[in-house]
C-alpha cells in the first residue's frame, strides 16, 4: 500500500537525526590515509633505521592501535613506524578475518582496512587492485593495466609484456615477485640503450619501480621489471622492492645502488592529481 505524501515525508523526518547522527559520528572519527600507510608498510621494513615514512605517522599509529587492541602487537610496536613487526602483525589480522594468499600478504587492503577501522577510524584515499583480466596472454589487474597504458601515451609507442602478474607457477628467475599483481616484464626487443632508459623512466613517472634488467645480473635475457608502487596485491617480494626502489637501491637481491633514470618518485594516485 502506497503511503500518502504527508506520511512519508513525516517518516523521512523521523530517521533524518538518526540519518544525520551516523554521518556525524563518522565524519568525527579520525581517519587513516590509505595511500600513506600502504606506502610505509613497503618501505619502513625496508629501512635500516627507524626513520618514519613522511606524512604516515598518524594514520599507521591508529592501525598499530587498532591491532594492539586485538592482541596482535605488541604496545612497544605502536611507534607510527610500519616495520616488520607490524606487517606480520597485519598479516595474523588478516589471517583472522579468513583471508588467504594474497589477501594475508600483510599490506593494508580495502576491506581489511575497512574492518579494521569500524568505529575507530574512517579510511580516505582508498585504493584497489580492480579486476584482473587477460592482456597480451598475461593477466594483470585493472591499476596495472591502466598504468601502462598512460606510460605507453606518453612513450606514443607499444610496450610488449614477456611475464605478467598473478603468476600461478612461479618462475625462479623473479623469485616470487610476479606471484601476486601490479608486476611485469617488458620486452626490449630492437630498442637501443637509449630507449630502454627512456621507457624505464616513463614508466617509474608514472608510478612504477622500473629498472632495466641484464643478463649480467641475473639468470634473465634484457628486459625491463617494473612494479606498481602500492599496488595491494603486491607478493612480498615485490613490496620489498617497492621498499628498496624509494630507498635509492636496485631492487635486487644484493640491494646495490639504483642504476634506472633519476625521477621524482611518486604512486600511480599521485601522478594523476599532480
Known amino acids: 500500500?502506497?503511503?500518502?505524501?504527508?506520511?512519508?515525508?513525516?517518516?523521512?523526518?523521523?530517521?533524518?537525526?538518526?540519518?544525520?547522527?551516523?554521518?556525524?559520528?563518522?565524519?568525527?572519527?579520525?581517519?587513516?590515509?590509505?595511500?600513506?600507510?600502504?606506502?610505509?608498510?613497503?618501505?619502513?621494513?625496508?629501512?635500516?633505521?627507524?626513520?618514519?615514512?613522511?606524512?604516515?605517522?598518524?594514520?599507521?599509529?591508529?592501525?598499530?592501535?587498532?591491532?594492539?587492541?586485538?592482541?596482535?602487537?605488541?604496545?612497544?610496536?605502536?611507534?607510527?613506524?610500519?616495520?616488520?613487526?607490524?606487517?606480520?602483525?597485519?598479516?595474523?589480522?588478516?589471517r583472522s578475518l579468513g583471508f588467504t594468499g594474497l589477501g594475508t600478504n600483510g599490506l593494508p587492503g580495502?576491506?581489511?582496512?575497512?574492518?579494521?577501522?569500524?568505529?575507530?577510524?574512517?579510511?580516505?584515499?582508498?585504493?584497489?587492485p580492480g579486476t584482473r583480466a587477460s592482456t597480451g596472454g598475461f593477466v594483470l589487474n585493472a591499476r596495472t593495466r591502466s598504468m601502462l597504458a598512460e606510460a605507453k601515451r606518453l612513450l606514443g609507442r607499444n610496450l610488449v609484456l614477456e611475464q605478467g602478474s598473478y603468476n600461478p607457477g612461479g618462475d625462479p628467475t623473479s623469485a616470487g615477485t610476479h606471484d601476486g599483481g601490479g608486476v611485469v616484464d617488458i620486452s626490449v626487443k630492437g630498442m637501443?640503450?637509449?630507449?630502454?632508459?627512456?621507457?624505464?623512466?616513463?614508466?617509474?613517472?608514472?608510478?612504477?619501480?622500473?629498472?632495466?634488467?641484464?643478463?649480467?645480473?641475473?639468470?634473465?635475457?634484457w628486459h625491463i621489471h617494473a612494479a606498481a608502487i602500492n599496488d595491494t596485491d603486491l607478493s612480498g617480494q615485490a613490496q620489498h622492492q617497492v621498499g628498496d626502489y624509494y630507498l635509492g637501491r636496485n631492487g635486487l637481491a644484493n640491494r646495490g645502488p639504483d642504476d634506472g633514470p633519476k625521477v621524482t618518485i611518486r604512486t600511480w594516485e599521485e601522478y594523476k592529481r599532480r
Not at 575497512?114 to 584497489?128: D, P, S, Y
Not at 623512466?201 to 634473465?220: C, H, I, K, T
Open 1 to 94: 500500500m502506497k503511503l500518502p505524501a504527508y506520511a512519508t515525508a513525516l517518516t523521512a523526518a523521523a530517521l533524518l537525526p538518526f540519518v544525520t547522527g551516523a554521518a556525524v559520528r563518522s565524519a568525527e572519527l579520525p581517519s587513516v590515509n590509505m595511500e600513506v600507510t600502504v606506502k610505509a608498510a613497503q618501505i619502513d621494513p625496508r629501512r635500516a633505521d627507524d626513520t618514519l615514512t613522511p606524512g604516515a605517522k598518524g594514520s599507521v599509529l591508529l592501525v598499530e592501535r587498532a591491532l594492539k587492541d586485538r592482541r596482535l602487537l605488541d604496545k612497544k610496536w605502536v611507534d607510527g613506524y610500519f616495520g616488520s613487526e607490524t606487517v606480520a602483525a597485519y598479516t595474523k589480522y588478516q
Open 110 to 128: 580495502k576491506k581489511s582496512l575497512v574492518k579494521l577501522g569500524a568505529g575507530r577510524f574512517r579510511v580516505t584515499n582508498v585504493i584497489e
Open 192 to 221: 637501443s640503450a637509449a630507449t630502454r632508459t627512456v621507457v624505464a623512466r616513463e614508466l617509474r613517472r608514472v608510478g612504477f619501480a622500473a629498472w632495466v634488467r641484464s643478463p649480467a645480473q641475473g639468470n634473465w635475457p
